[in-house]
Each structure stands twice: as structure tokens, then as C-alpha cells.
């Protein structure tokens, strides 16, 4: 049972450079999340969906795009890299969203610099 | 946003420690809290999950919501030092319905 499985672990981009993270889980949740870690900030949702096809704005989504084409895979794509999103992204998914109150289920994160 | 405040740290304690962590919370009406563990390089993972109203026990650890003063505590008892960590709180009630978390205390058990 992998989880949550995040691809690739990580990776060094040039200003500009586009690129796509990808997310994939295999407990046929209907909820997944992309976050940003950064030292003293926290995590800070990007993008989430509710489900497959669906996508919506989290609290940092500028400079990233999402897809769900199918339930268990979510991307989160840079257009064009900049320095300010050099961090750590995490994925994550649960059955539910607040209503139900189901526990996030994170994966190992991708470790993204850009110089 | 920010409505949960946690305590960075670092805490670091001796092994066989009782350890005490905290975080405060300002909107009183959310009642679902849980803590995440997070080891260095790597992603949180779901600790426990708790109610705004009594404990919760699972092995060495204890989560513990005090509505009256909006504090959300885990308790370790015992510590290890396999329990050295970052702990997260966190609580549903973001504007997108998301999870709002703490920034994560970073605890050290030392041997």
C-alpha cells in the first residue's frame, strides 16, 4: 500500500524553466492538495480538488496550475519558475473535506530550488 | 487565516521525558483538531485526531483540548529518541475548507 506517492523527490530548475510535479494515490480519495512548505511560513495550500475534474484555488495558487484528469493523480505545474518558489511541496489527500473532518494523508514531498 | 499558533521551539528534553506540547487556537467554533508528526525529510503524518471536548490517549501519547482556554496539548510520556520530530497541529475551517496548520514545534529526545 504506497499512499500517497510523490514524483520526482527532487529537482533543480533555471528561472524560467516550466515543469510538473506529480501526485498519485492509491486509497481512492476523493479529496487531494497541493501544499508549499517554507521555513517560519509553514504549510500553505496552492491548489486542491474535490474530485476527479475538479480544481480550486488555495490560499498561494499564483504561479501554478493544476489538473485532475483522473481520481487518483493530481499535477501542479509551474509555467514559468521563479526564485520565490524554491521550496518543498507537498501532496496530500483524504476521503473527505471539512465537513467529514477526515485526516490529510501526505506524501514524502518534492524538493524544488530554482536558481 | 492564521488562527492556529504553535511554539517553534526547538524543545529539546532527556529521554524518558514527559513532553508537553501546545498550540492556541482564536475561533472557538471549529472542533476537530489532530497533530501530525514530521520527520526531517519527510512528509507529516497523521499522529491523532481529536475533539473539542475531552482526551484522547494512544500509547505513550495523549492529546487533550481545553475549550476554555483554547489551548490544544500533546502529552508524551516516556520519550524516545525515534520521537525526535517536528509536531504539527492542525485544524479544518480554512476559507477553502482546507486545513490550517501550525508553523510545528521541533522537538529533540536526547539519549
Known amino acids: 500500500n504506497a499512499g500517497v506517492t510523490q514524483t520526482p523527490k527532487f529537482r533543480v530548475l533555471k528561472t524560467g524553466q516550466s515543469m510538473t510535479l506529480l501526485c498519485a494515490q492509491d486509497m481512492n480519495h476523493e479529496y487531494m492538495y497541493w501544499y508549499r512548505q517554507d521555513p517560519g511560513m509553514g504549510l500553505r495550500l496552492i491548489h486542491y480538488s474535490v474530485g476527479e475534474g475538479t480544481t480550486a484555488k488555495g490560499e498561494v495558487p499564483d504561479g501554478y496550475n493544476v489538473s485532475r484528469l483522473k481520481k487518483q493523480n493530481f499535477l501542479l505545474g509551474l509555467e514559468s519558475a521563479a526564485p520565490s518558489q524554491t521550496s518543498v511541496y507537498f501532496c496530500?489527500?483524504?476521503?473527505?473535506?471539512?465537513?467529514?473532518?477526515?485526516?490529510?494523508?501526505f506524501g514524502d514531498g518534492t524538493r524544488l530550488s530554482i536558481l | 487565516q492564521k488562527e492556529v499558533e504553535q511554539d517553534p521551539g526547538p524543545l529539546s528534553v532527556p529521554e524518558g521525558a514527559i513532553v508537553s506540547l501546545n498550540c492556541t487556537y482564536s475561533?472557538?467554533?471549529?472542533?476537530?483538531f489532530m497533530w501530525y508528526r514530521q520527520y526531517s525529510r519527510k512528509g507529516p503524518e497523521l499522529l491523532m485526531y481529536?475533539?473539542?471536548?475531552g482526551n484522547k490517549e494512544d500509547g505513550r501519547f495523549t492529546a487533550q483540548v481545553d475549550k476554555s482556554s483554547k489551548y490544544i496539548s500533546l502529552f508524551i510520556r516516556d520519550s524516545q529518541p525515534s520521537d525526535s520530530a517536528t509536531y504539527l497541529c492542525?485544524?479544518?475551517?480554512?476559507?477553502?475548507?482546507?486545513?490550517?496548520f501550525g508553523k510545528g514545534t521541533k522537538l529533540s529526545v536526547k539519549p
Open positions: 496530500a489527500s483524504s476521503y473527505g473535506g471539512q465537513g467529514s473532518n477526515q485526516p490529510q494523508h
Open positions: 492542525a485544524r479544518y475551517g480554512g476559507s477553502q475548507g482546507n486545513l490550517i
Open positions: 475561533n472557538s467554533a471549529f472542533q476537530y
Open positions: 481529536t475533539y473539542s471536548s
